[in-house]
């Protein structure tokens, strides 16, 4: 599993990072990013602790760390101001909190996201085919999500982004030790959502372009 959507207590999640790190190993995870919750108000020291936590860690073959953030309820207007401030600080993921039909979220977060440039549009629920033209061109993944509640709108998302040939990628939106999921149920969680098996193992190839991708840039700075 490579899983690009968790939370730890930075934000509303259980879990300190490095607890999260050790469960997700034994989860057989291969990957991890850890995007805690941010806004205005809290995306410096979020950001800040995340890149200290990761750079602490030292070298583990078995699982890969990102320090990285989800932008969250913002007004659209602010989205694109934020995703640059979040990278300038430092974060390796840009996540974007999207319009799931489960929370109150602003319409046109999911294209002001877009428009952006983040990394990830998280659950972005009845994403409009507008939007999933412009994910396709601006390689934005959109997100499928084993979470419960986000995963509702799954199918929706999974048949617009191949009608428009946008990517996608398959996270946890993990907040606690039991929504740490292997890959092995998480497939199910796509497949229900309509994927074929060679569309499944395209999520795990698309979640890993972006790690080494992401690590490639770790390596230039």
Same mark, same amino acid.
């Given at each position: 599993?490579?899983?690009?959507?968790?939370?730890?207590?930075?934000?509303?999640?259980?879990?300190?990072?490095? @607890?999260?790190?050790?469960?997700?190993?034994?989860?057989? *995870?291969?990957?991890?990013?850890?995007?805690?919750?941010?806004?205005?108000?809290?995306? =410096?020291?979020?950001? +800040?602790?995340?890149?200290?936590?990761?750079?602490?860690?030292?070298?583990?073959?078995?699982?890969?760390?990102?320090?990285?953030?989800?932008?969250?309820?913002? *007004?659209?207007?602010?989205? !694109?101001? $934020?995703? &640059? &401030? #979040?990278?300038? $600080?430092?974060?390796? $993921? /840009?996540?974007?909190? %999207? @319009?799931?039909? /489960?929370?109150? /979220?602003?319409?046109?977060?999911?294209?002001? %996201? +877009?428009?952006?440039?983040?990394?990830?549009?998280?659950?972005?629920?009845?994403?409009?085919?507008? !939007?999933?033209?412009?994910?396709?061109?601006?390689?934005?993944?959109?997100?499928?999500?084993?979470?419960?509640?986000?995963?509702?709108?799954?199918?929706?998302?999974? &048949?617009?982004? #191949?009608?428009?040939?946008?990517?996608?990628?398959?996270?946890?939106?993990?907040?606690?030790?039991?929504?740490?999921?292997?890959?092995? =149920?998480?497939?199910?969680?796509?497949?229900?959502?309509?994927?074929?098996?060679? =569309?499944?193992?395209?999520?795990?190839?698309?979640?890993?372009?972006?790690? $080494?991708?992401?690590?490639?840039?770790?390596?230039?700075?």
């Amino acid at each position: 599993m490579i899983d690009l959507h968790t939370h730890s207590l930075l934000s509303d999640g259980d879990l300190i990072p490095a @607890e999260l790190v050790q469960r997700s190993k034994q989860r057989g *995870y291969k990957a991890l990013a850890i995007t805690d919750h941010a806004d205005e108000s809290n995306l =410096e020291q979020v950001v +800040i602790a995340l890149r200290r936590f990761v750079r602490g860690l030292p070298a583990d073959p078995a699982i890969t760390v990102l320090a990285g953030v989800e932008l969250t309820h913002l *007004y659209p207007e602010q989205i !694109a101001r $934020l995703v &640059k &401030k #979040a990278r300038k $600080l430092g974060a390796e $993921l /840009v996540v974007v909190h %999207g @319009e799931t039909i /489960v929370e109150p /979220v602003a319409p046109g977060t999911n294209l002001a %996201g +877009i428009q952006a440039g983040a990394d990830i549009i998280a659950h972005p629920g009845l994403i409009t085919p507008e !939007a999933c033209a412009l994910a396709a061109k601006k390689a934005v993944l959109l997100e499928l999500t084993t979470r419960s509640g986000h995963s509702l709108a799954n199918g929706w998302v999974a &048949k617009l982004a #191949a009608r428009h040939g946008a990517s996608l990628v398959l996270n946890t939106d993990s907040h606690s030790p039991s929504d740490l999921t292997p890959w092995e =149920e998480a497939k199910k969680i796509a497949q229900a959502a309509g994927l074929s098996g060679p =569309e499944i193992d395209q999520l795990k190839k698309n979640a890993r372009s972006l790690v $080494l991708d992401k690590l490639a840039e770790r390596k230039r700075r």
